[in-house]
């Protein structure tokens, strides 16, 4: 049984999120995952499920930082335009290959970040969050 309902992928590289969604569904962690390429084409998608089913609205985010158009930063500035009594209950990670210690400081630093986790994600990395993040 998955321990969550719906988790979102946002990163430009298409290969990465392929294998985020193959960890995901291998080791149960979702009942479903959509991946998205741009960060603009997440906030319609979030918008829109705002608008007609806010039931829909993913318990986890996994955010790349480095994105053509609209980068992660950018991202979460709209992200929090969005209704606190969904968002507070996403959990919002960056997971992103930027080694640069200012943008994981930065990013933990977000209320809205939950953690910051480097490339590629795996199995570990959904334990982490099932054992430290779960607001279940």
Known sequence: MSKYQKVFLIDDDEIHNFLCESVIKNQQFAESVSSFLWAEEALDTLSKIVAENPEDFPEIIFLDIN????DGWEF????RKLPEHLTQDCL????SSAV???????????LEVRDFFSK?????????????????
């Open 76 to 79: 979460i500035e709209e992200y």
């Open 67 to 70: 994105m053509p158009g609209m």
């Open 120 to 136: 590629p994600l795996t199995s570990d990395i959904l334990n982490i969050i099932t054992e430290q993040h779960s607001v279940q």
């Open 100 to 110: 640069d210690k200012n943008d994981i400081t930065h990013a933990k630093n977000l």
């Open 92 to 95: 919002l990670f960056v997971l």
